[in-house]
Nanobody, 116 residues
């Protein structure tokens, strides 16, 4: 059974940082693309960043380029999202997912709230 479990969300002031983690299980992690999506209140879910656990190729949405960094620890089957210079517009529920741009499995989500 594929499982994706996020952690690391919380409340932070604008300009601050958070690191999200997603522990994956139930599939061969280093053969897949994994990524982060987010959904703000009243908005559609959008892709934030994706990474190939096989070769490390990455994708970033324009809105987070230069501020967010995605990485994996294949020994731990974990994908991370380091978020720096956070803005109130980054407030959303962040979801870990397998496959980009069209995921087939999702985590339960973790709330990130950035106060101004």
């Amino acid at each position: 059974e594929v499982q994706l479990v996020e952690s690391g969300g919380g409340l932070v002031q604008a300009g601050g940082s958070l690191r999200l983690s997603c522990a994956a299980s139930g599939f061969t992690f280093d053969e897949h693309v994994v990524g982060w999506f987010r959904q703000a209140p009243g908005k559609e879910r959008e892709g934030v960043s994706c990474i190939s656990a096989l070769d490390g190729n990455t994708y970033y949405a324009d809105s987070v380029k230069g501020r967010f960094t995605i990485s994996t620890d294949n020994a731990k089957n974990t994908v991370y999202l380091q978020m720096n210079s956070l803005e109130p517009e980054d407030t959303a529920v962040y979801y870990c997912a397998r496959h980009c741009p069209t995921p087939d499995y999702w985590g339960q989500g973790t709330q990130v709230t950035v106060s101004s």
